[in-house]
């Protein structure tokens, strides 16, 4: 729970996951109905975060396109993420908390998931939180 307080804090202050909620509400452009900022905590180096679009695939996620793709075929529930092929990670206990706050296709997203290590949260989430 410290873990996800300690996300959500560094994102609202970082701006990052403010940023979707402010410009939904101005009276310009219409925002993309699918607008997500995900995050990835590890204790080791903190807080990484990225925006990412779809609907065309864009923002700063550096394989929007796979991440995208991936949201889509599980239907933007991302409980149920395809993953990676199964691949052997070790046992080694550095926990990693994973975020994704936004929309997507106009549904409210609200997704904060704890792995036991970066390679279990690869594995069972593919390409959307590597970036």
């Known amino acids: 729970m410290r873990r996800t307080r300690t ?3 560094s ?3 970082s701006g990052l ?4 909620l402010l410009t939904a509400g101005t009276a310009s452009a219409a925002p993309p109905a699918t607008d997500l900022v995900l995050a990835v905590h590890q204790e080791e180096s903190g807080v990484q975060s990225t925006r990412l679009t779809c609907d065309p695939a864009a923002g700063e996620h550096q394989a929007a396109q796979a991440a995208c793709g991936e949201i889509a075929a599980a239907g933007g529930d991302f409980t149920r993420l395809a993953g990676t092929d199964p691949q052997l990670c070790t046992f080694d206990y550095r926990p990693v908390t994973v975020a994704a706050f936004g929309s997507w296709r106009g549904e409210p997203v609200r997704y ?3 792995f036991p290590n970066r390679c279990v949260m690869e594995q069972e989430t593919g390409s959307v939180f590597s970036f």
Do not use: H
């Open 17 to 20: 996951l403010a940023a979707p």
């Open 11 to 13: 994102l609202f202050a």
């Open 112 to 114: 904060v998931q704890e």
């Open 7 to 9: 996300l959500m804090a």
